[in-house]
Each structure stands twice: as C-alpha cells, then as structure tokens.
Nanobody, 119 residues
Framework: QVQVVESGGGLVQAGDSLVLSCVAS????????MGWYRQALGKTRELVAD???????TYADAVKGRFTISRDNAKNTVYLQMNNLKTEDTAIYYC?????????????WGQGTQITVSS
C-alpha cells in the first residue's frame, strides 16, 4: 500500500504565502508524476500543478507566476510554494501521485488539506 500525507494548510490572509508538503510512504516505488489538485466548495476538483519525474512542471493558468511546484525524489516528497494567495485560492488541496509498474498505472490521493484565504 501507498500512503500519501499532505501538510501545511491553514487560514491566511490575501497576499500571504504558504508551503504545502506531501510525502509518499509505504510501497512508494516507481513514482512518475506528482501533483496538486484543489476542490473549492461546490466546484469540481481541478489541477493546480503537477511535475514529472524529471521535474518538468505544469501549472493551471490561475496560479501561474504565483505557485511553484517542486519535488525531492529521494524523499518521495512534492512541495507547493504558494505566494500572493487570493481569496479564490480557498479550497481543499489534494496531493496526487502516479506510479507505473510495468504497463500498469496507479493513482494515489492524499486526504486533503484545507486552505482558507481571507480578504
């Protein structure tokens, strides 16, 4: 089994910064992409950013220039540096990682961490 645990959420004011961390443990081998998704109240889950095993990032347009994703493969950890937070960033943030074992692909999710940005 693979355990995925996020940390770093909380209540902040608009313009503040936060760093989210996500650690994969257990049978966390052959990890390919790692990423962050978010789900605001009443909305569907959406991609925030992801990063390949070679550290090539992709960002949602809404966070480009404000968020930075990075990963430490040796620690099976992915980070999300969030700067200049806006009220519309309020959501539950979920970590996701994918594993590729032979031809089989597996996706794993964390339990989510709440971020609330007040004006």
């Amino acid at each position: 089994q693979v355990q995925v645990v996020e940390s770093g959420g909380g209540l902040v004011q608009a313009g503040d910064s936060l760093v989210l961390s996500c650690v994969a443990s257990g049978d966390a081998i052959c990890i390919t992409a790692m990423g962050w998704y978010r789900q605001a109240l009443g909305k569907t889950r959406e991609l925030v950013a992801d990063i390949t095993s070679g550290s090539s990032p992709t960002y949602a347009d809404a966070v480009k220039g404000r968020f930075t994703i990075s990963r430490d493969n040796a620690k099976n950890t992915v980070y999300l540096q969030m700067n200049n937070l806006k009220t519309e960033d309020t959501a539950i943030y979920y970590c996701n990682l994918n594993r590729l074992l032979g031809t089989a692909s597996y996706s794993h999710w964390g339990q989510g961490t709440q971020i609330t940005v007040s004006s």
